[in-house]
């Protein structure tokens, strides 16, 4: 059983810091990575996907990928209130070109930006 | 450039009632996802159809649900007879073919009465 797991949170921290949440992964072969944000009451949003080791930069967000220790993170900088909302990890359950597309997610990550 | 689409957004049914929700994908994605999000539970995969054929619907209870979508409209997940344990969001997702990003539409929320 592929699982995926997330700190529940809640993440709280101050306007314009750092927000670093985390998520491991169970299937070592895994190779395709999501962040997905969800508001409360709202449908999830793409955030950032990510294949490759290493990081990936998006504005204020950067995705970390490390395979051997199953490990993936994003970090939002100068984090705003708008930024609260709840934070899901997906991996996709196959590999690249086999029937499994669909995306195994955590439980989510709820951040909380204070003013 | 429309996003993915659901109808309806809210549906309310009494138990033994039969539920249809529809999702229409983004222009251009020919791949479709169902999953279900139960309160304060996180987004469970159900089936994964592309035009006139299901891929994979491990994830889909083995009764009163089902999933198809045609070759012309769009999908549609069926529930029969309906528990208030259905009571639920169910989000459709779609991505092109061989891409694993998925979009997601703004779900229907399910309630059971």
């Known amino acids: 059983q592929k699982e995926v797991e997330q700190n529940s949170g809640p993440l709280s921290v101050p306007e314009g810091a750092i927000a670093s949440l985390n998520c491991t992964y169970s299937?070592?072969?895994?190779?395709?990575f999501f962040w997905y944000r969800q508001y409360s009451g709202k449908s999830p949003e793409l955030i950032m996907f990510?294949?490759?080791?290493g990081d990936k930069e998006d504005g204020r967000f950067t995705a970390q990928l490390n395979k051997a220790s199953q490990y993936v993170s994003l970090l939002i900088r100068d984090s705003q209130p708008s930024d609260s909302a709840t934070y899901l990890c997906?991996?996709?359950?196959?590999?690249?070109?086999?029937?499994?597309?669909?995306?195994?997610f955590g439980k989510g990550t709820k951040l909380s930006v204070k003013p | 450039n429309a996003g993915v689409m659901q109808n309806p957004r809210h549906l309310v049914r009494r138990r033994g009632q039969e539920a249809r929700l529809r999702c229409s994908p983004m222009?251009?994605?020919?791949?479709v996802y169902w999953y279900r999000q139960l309160p304060e539970e996180g987004l469970k995969f159900m089936v994964y159809l592309q035009k006139e054929n299901i891929i994979d619907e491990s994830g889909m209870p083995k009764e009163r649900f089902s999933a198809e979508f045609p070759k012309e409209g769009p999908s549609i997940l069926r529930i029969q007879q309906v528990v208030r344990g259905d009571s639920a969001a169910y989000f459709c997702?779609?991505?092109?073919?061989?891409?694993?990003?998925?979009?997601f539409g703004p779900g229907t929320r399910l309630t059971v009465l």
């Open positions: 997702a779609s991505s092109p073919p061989l891409v694993y990003t998925q979009y």
């Open positions: 990510i294949y490759s080791n």
């Open positions: 299937d070592r072969g895994s190779q395709s």
């Open positions: 997906a991996v996709a359950a196959g590999n690249y070109g086999g029937s499994q597309g669909n995306l195994i």
């Open positions: 222009k251009g994605h020919s791949h």
